[in-house]
């Protein structure tokens, strides 16, 4: 089936700085990808969907200046995490669509000190 | 909105137990239902999903049946492996994306001991 890979599984940084996700599908083109994010014991939430070429849309309450994304070809998007801190601390996780399926990453552990 | 509430976990069981991991959901409309399936170090798989009520979906041994009278989907296993041993995650979808945008539940960690 379709691969999704994603990097890095997980990283620790600083508070205030920025750290940057890659989601890419590895063997299909995909327009659309999905970020999610989930806190310990609570659903994974939908934060986005990042649309190939054009603005990512970002759900109810999530901060697009604080999670920046960028989708700039079939293969590849991308989340920026801005002036991290504690609070989004998380488990973020890509998916992209081959024509009905979702696949998904393996996800990135977000630890902020 | 939309949600779905999955048993707590983590869950443990011995091996060749039965499994019973709940879902239930609450949504507008007539939403399909995934369960998907996540082993260490990868990403969420889908395991098997159902689209209409009654609908059965099964899968490398797992069964959940689309309750739409009771909002229920759970997932059932009649002899679990050690191989079992994963997070289990329920979802829905509804709305024109279909499945492509889902509503997750929290997850069940399952734990199968030899």
């Known amino acids: 089936g379709a691969v999704v890979s994603q990097h890095p599984s997980w990283v620790i940084c600083k508070s205030g700085t920025s750290v940057k996700i890659e989601c890419r599908s590895l063997d299909f083109q995909a327009t659309t990808m999905f970020w999610y994010r989930q806190f310990p014991k609570q659903s994974l939430m939908l934060m986005a969907t990042s649309n190939e070429g054009s603005k990512a849309t970002y759900e109810q309450g999530v901060e697009k200046d604080k999670f920046l994304i960028n989708h700039a070809s079939l293969t590849l998007s991308t989340l920026t995490v801005t002036s991290a801190h504690p609070e989004d601390s998380s488990f973020y996780i890509c998916?992209?669509?081959?024509?009905?399926?979702?696949?998904f990453g393996s996800g990135t552990q977000l630890s902020v000190l | 909105g939309d949600s779905v509430t999955q048993m707590e976990g983590p869950v443990t069981l011995s091996e060749e137990a039965f499994l019973t991991i709940n879902c239930t959901y609450t949504?507008?409309?007539?939403?399909?239902l995934f369960w998907y399936v996540q082993y260490p170090g990868e990403g969420l798989q889908l395991l098997l999903k159902?689209?209409?009520?009654?609908d059965k979906g099964s899968n490398k041994g797992f069964e959940a049946t689309y309750r739409k009278e009771t909002t229920s989907f759970h997932l059932e296993k009649g002899s679990v492996q050690v191989s079992d041993s994963a997070v289990y995650f329920c979802?829905?979808?509804?709305?024109?994306?279909?499945?492509?945008?889902?509503?997750f539940g929290q997850g069940t960690r399952l734990t199968i001991n030899p």
């Open positions: 998916s992209a669509p081959d024509y009905e399926k979702l696949f």
């Open positions: 159902a689209t209409k009520a009654d």
């Open positions: 979802a829905l979808s509804a709305g024109v994306q279909g499945a492509q945008k889902l509503v």
């Open positions: 949504a507008t409309g007539y939403p399909s």
